[in-house]
Each structure stands twice: as C-alpha cells, then as structure tokens.
C-alpha cells in the first residue's frame, strides 16, 4: 500500500484499476532481440490490434461528430498497412535485431520528417499522421495505455499531465478518476474534469516508472489522497464513502424539475458550462436550465485543421435543438495561452496568457471569425441561441464586432440562406472591461464575468501556474468587488449580469451572489444540483 497526497480538483470518490496514460512522445529504449520471428509476430498482432481501436474510433466518432469527420481514422487505418512504411518496420526488426516498438518508432519518426519536408500541404499534413499511428503502435508494443481507452474497463487514469485536447478525447465513460503528476487547479483540463464530474487530484508526487497499468487504485478527491494497492480495510471504507456519495447524489436528484427561486421569490437562472455536444448528456441529468457557457474552441482542438463553417453550423444546431427552447450562450472561439492547435501557427509568446488569443485572434482574422459567426446565425434558427465574445478590454472592440457581424448579416441576406440574429453578450474577463463596464452595459444584451481569468488578471497570477495555486484567491476582496460592480452597472441600462467562470459555482459565495444581484450562475453540469439548492434554501 502506498499512499500519495495531491491537490483536489474534483471532488468524489473512486476505485479500480490503473491505467497510465504515458506521454505521447515518450522515449522508446532500443533493446536487442534474439527471436526475430517473434518479434515480427508482436508487430503483426500490435498491427491488428491497432486496426481495431481504429475501427472502433471510427464508430464512436461517426456517431458523435459525423461521417466526415470520422474519416481521418480510417485514413489511419489505410496507413497503416502503407507498403513503404510496414517494410520499412520489417526491415529494422530483421536487419537490426531490435524490439518492434523502437522500429515503429524510427519508422514513424523518418517518414514523418519526409512528409514535413513536402511541398505539397495535403502531404505535409500527412506527417502529423504517421506519427499518431506510430504512437499508437509503440503504445500497444509498450503495454502502455494511451488516449483510445475504447474497449477497456472503466479505470483511474494517470497521466504527468494531460492537454486539454487529449482530456477532450477520453471515453468519459471509461474514466473513473483522474490523477495527474502535473497541472494547475486553474487550468482547462481541470474544468474538463468538473464538467466530466469524475474525481480528480493534481500535483500528486508518484513516479510513473514504477507504478503499472493494472494496479488497484483509490482516489479520495476531497481529501485530495491516492491510494495504490490499498489494504482490504480501505477498501471496504471506499466503498462505504461511494455508497454515501450516491445517497447524497439521489437526495439532489429529488430537486429536478424545481425553479431555482429563493424563498422570497427571486429566480437565479442556474445554467451549465460545457466543452462540446457529448457533454450535453450532463447537462440534460442534472436539469440545467440552459447553457451558460459552451467553450466553442474545444471544436477546434485535436484536428489538423479549421472546422469547416458546415460542420460548426451542425454542432451548434444540434446543441440547440437538444436543449429545445432553452437558452444556449455559446462563446465565439476563445482559443490561445493554454488552448492550442498547430494549424494556427501561433508564434512561441513570452507571456501566452496575456497574448494573442480569443476575441484579438478574431478581429485580426476575421476569416477565421467570419465563418464562426456565419455557423451560428444559421443555427440560431433552429433554438435559443445568444453569442458571447470572449477577452473584451475595449468598447472598440465591440464596435468592430458589430460591423463584421453587420457583414455577415447582408453576405447571409444576399445568399438567401436562412439565419437569426441572437441575443449577443460579452464576457468580464479582464479588469479594463469591470472598469469601463457602464460604458460596455449601453452596447451589449449582458454581460457573463469570467472569474477565472478575472482573478488571473487582477491578482497578477498565471492560472496556468501550479506553484501560484496556494496565492489564486479566487475570494480576493478586489475579485468580489469587481462583481458587484459589474452587476450595477448591467442593471443599470437594464442589462443582465451572470458568473460562467469557476467561482459560480463556490457554494459557500451563492448567498453573496444573490445579495449582490447576479442574475445568472453558470456552472458545471454537476454543479446545477447543489447550487439550486443554495438558492432554494436561501436566508437574507
Ligand atoms: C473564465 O475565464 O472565467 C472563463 C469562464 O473562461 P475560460 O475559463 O474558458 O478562460
Ligand atoms: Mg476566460
């Protein structure tokens, strides 16, 4: 038994096997073999082994963002019995003498550099997918798990740290818990955790090369504890804990289908944050009363290149129509500081936080803008749809929004395609927008404060930053004065004012936002439930 201490992300308790999901890019050890003809056998069955998961990539990605999409799976699959690339394996095996794995890996490295240097861009592209299949061999070669947890137990996933695109492209059902050796309380992995609402610890102290996929393991998120291979007695007391954790859950359950009214007659609209259309199940099971922040660049992450204007208008009509009338806010792309995709080209930033990201990439490309804004006009005809922009620190900025929405309006109008224009907000995520938000309030339908980077911003501390986590004080008396005045100035010009940022979500700050005036508390789908009940059962 081994017992480790980490940070809470989420709290919760889970049990099971370890999966160790292992750094995608991991050094591969080059290691003699006296068998050849086993070794060739290894590579033959880690061949189909791979055509498998990819078989079964392809369904599930059918199934959840469409055929198109899905294709790049079986173009892995194609790859991967390429004639060049299976002989050129075969041949490092045979001539060498080495493990399979290290001749994935050389293969897949040198064939990679070969497409990189490619004139043509489709070919180029093309190297980014030959080292994911290649990884994907070395990975079943390894015995090590990775991203594709389909087909496995539900397990307790480690990792030394996870990307927010690698955490978007879990199986949520197959994750009991997570446990990562890096990361920060603050980051967009973290927020993923809560919106999965799956237990999650960061900055536990283990080393991976000595833990193995398959041990037992007891995550304890509230007391931010691991346990590997723990004693029967811990065990039974985990299972008590579940136990209790479920009778909790049932006794919030009884609060669906209630308005979240407090005792003298004031609703709070308690809606949920989510990533992307497979979250809207959460939303559904804990009976949010709408979306109050969809993260629309998660749409962006993991793929090669820009989501077509069609393949956004079809997530964003069908989040629309999942939740019927209700109100869906989804936020133009906020992508940039943690949230990358290499098809952007961002240049190396000394300080990506405070760089070029979200509403400064939008208004500098307005192509890749345009599109987006295109999808969600049309799709706004299909439900409730409101917009918001995320990063505002200028009412310039807010002008230049509405001319380029103006243009797309007339480039729809000419087109003759259907389209509506929806309620449309911004986002109080920066201290110049609180400051000048009297002025914002005359131009905008509301404003949603985005705690998480106000607090970043205010307080001068990185979220990114796991060794600030102990100086975020997300209740900094200057981050709840700044709220209060932002709801006074939206109420002010008759505007309504909510929290989508992490602290909406605080329970023990939910009386303080009433008082305050807060319209609106956005939080993840877990957290609908028991903020509703706050409310309910609120004393002046
Ligand atoms: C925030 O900053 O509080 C917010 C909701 O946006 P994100 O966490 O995606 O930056
Ligand atoms: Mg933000």
Redesign the pocket.
């Given at each position: 038994m081994q017992e480790f201490q980490g940070k809470t992300v989420y709290k919760g308790t889970a049990m099971g096997k370890v999966v160790i999901l292992k750094e995608k890019d991991c050094v591969v050890k080059r290691i003699h073999i006296n068998d050849v003809q086993a070794e060739m056998a290894r590579y033959e069955q880690a061949s189909k082994e791979a055509a498998r998961q990819l078989r079964v990539l392809y369904d599930k990605a059918c199934r959840e963002v469409g055929e198109a999409n899905a294709a790049i799976f079986e173009v892995h699959r194609m790859m991967l019995d390429d004639e060049d690339y299976v002989d050129a394996i075969r041949n490092i095996i045979e001539t060498e003498s080495v493990n399979a794995a290290y001749a994935v890996a050389v293969t897949g490295d040198n064939f990679a550099e070969m497409f990189a240097a490619m004139d043509d861009d489709y070919m180029k592209a093309r190297s980014a997918d030959i080292k994911d299949i290649s990884d994907r061999l070395v990975h079943i070669l390894e015995g090590t798990g990775e991203a594709d947890l389909s087909g496995m137990e539900a397990a307790v996933v480690i990792a030394d740290d996870l990307s927010p695109s690698q955490t978007v492209q879990m199986d949520k059902e197959k994750i009991l818990a997570i446990v990562t050796v890096h990361g920060s309380a603050?980051s967009?992995t973290a927020?993923l955790a809560r919106t999965m609402n799956i237990p999650a610890l960061i900055g536990v102290p283990l080393h991976l090369e000595e833990i193995s996929s398959g041990m037992k393991a007891i995550v304890d998120g509230s007391a931010g504890r691991v346990i590997l291979e723990p004693t029967e007695t811990q065990c039974q007391e985990a299972e008590e804990k579940i136990a209790a954790e479920h009778r909790q859950a049932s006794r919030l359950q009884e609060l669906k289908g209630r308005p979240s009214v407090t005792p003298d007659g004031r609703r709070i609209h308690v809606y949920a944050?989510i990533g992307s259309t497979s979250d809207i199940g959460y939303v559904l099971e804990n009976d949010a009363e709408g979306i109050g922040?969809f993260?629309s660049?998660f749409l962006y992450l993991g793929r090669e290149d820009f989501p077509a204007e069609e393949e956004q208008f079809q997530a964003y009509r069908q989040v629309l129509q999942m939740m019927a009338d209700k109100k869906v806010i989804i936020?133009t792309l906020?992508i940039g500081?943690d949230?990358k995709a290499d098809y952007f080209h961002f240049e190396k930033e000394e300080n990506p936080a405070m760089g070029y990201r979200?509403i400064r990439i939008c208004l500098k490309q307005p192509e890749i803008f345009k599109t987006q804004l295109r999808a969600l006009l049309r799709a706004a005809v299909y439900g409730n749809l409101s917009i918001m922009y995320?990063?505002i620190i200028a009412v310039e900025e807010v002008q230049r929004i509405a001319v380029i929405m103006k243009e797309v309006r007339q480039e729809l109008e000419q087109a003759g395609i259907p389209f509506a224009i929806p309620e449309q907000g911004i986002?109080i995520?920066t201290p110049a927008a609180v400051m000048i938000s009297d002025k914002l309030a005359q131009l905008v339908d509301f404003f949603?404060?985005?705690?998480?980077?106000?607090?970043?911003y205010t307080l001068a501390i990185d979220?990114q930053n796991e060794k600030l986590d102990d100086f975020y004080n997300p209740h900094h008396e200057a981050v709840l004065r700044m709220i209060r005045m932002v709801v006074d100035n939206a109420h002010k010009y008759g505007k309504w004012a909510g929290?989508?940022?992490?602290?909406g979500a605080d329970l023990a700050l939910t009386e303080e936002f009433i008082r305050m005036g807060l319209d609106e508390l956005?939080v993840s789908p877990a957290m609908v439930l028991p903020v509703r009940e706050k409310i309910i059962t609120f004393a002046k």
């Open positions: 603050n967009h927020i944050n922040l993260r660049e936020r906020d500081a949230k979200a995320p990063m986002m995520e949603s404060i985005g705690t998480n980077d106000l607090t970043q979220r929290i989508c940022g992490e602290l956005s």
